[in-house]
């Protein structure tokens, strides 16, 4: 029980900074994570249709298979920056040998 206030707690802080910022995805994520706090059950019903064991199961794989998206898009969005500033680099340095 204890957990569920802390979660949901959490969560809320969560929701409320999303509201602010306008992040509707993870606005969406952490209003799922709230209502799968107090209705675990839940959790069993959508592993049972997707032919998982049990519900804490089906989180632990969605939660690997989120991490590993975000992961994934860090890594896309970094090199992204790389290759910016590599631009920036170079044209930086040919002004600066065409002034001299």
Known sequence: MLIQILITIFALFAIISLIRTK???WLFFWLIAGIIVWIPNAT???AQFLGVG???????????????YILFRIYLR???MERDITKVVRK?????TGEE
């Open 92 to 96: 930086n340095s040919l002004d600066k």
């Open 78 to 80: 970094l090199e992204k």
């Open 23 to 25: 992040k509707f995805l």
């Open 44 to 46: 069993n019903t959508a």
């Open 54 to 68: 049990r519900g804490a199961d089906l989180v632990f794989y969605a939660s690997i298979l989120i991490l590993f």
